[in-house]
């Protein structure tokens, strides 16, 4: 049990080494999109370095007027 808590913690490590290496933390401004797409980045963790790129798109309803 404890070597797959390691596992997990590196793999979580090396998601967010790929979103700082592209950028992701940079910008203060933040929307659905951007957390969203940091989110999915750090969970695909060593896999960004086989050429996933995740992105996500999200429309926040806006209220009527």
């Known amino acids: 049990m404890r ?3 390691v596992l997990l ?3 979580l490590v090396i998601g ?3 979103a700082s290496q592209r950028g992701y933390f940079a910008s203060s401004k933040a ?4 957390v969203s797409t940091i989110a999915v980045t750090v ?3 060593p896999l960004n370095y ?3 790129n995740p992105k996500i798109q999200c429309v926040i309803p ?3 007027k």
């Open 3 to 5: 070597i797959v808590s």
């Open 9 to 11: 913690v590196v793999w």
């Open 16 to 18: 967010a080494l790929a």
């Open 31 to 34: 929307n659905c999109a951007k």
């Open 43 to 45: 969970i695909a963790g």
């Open 50 to 52: 086989a050429g996933v």
């Open 62 to 64: 806006q209220p009527s």
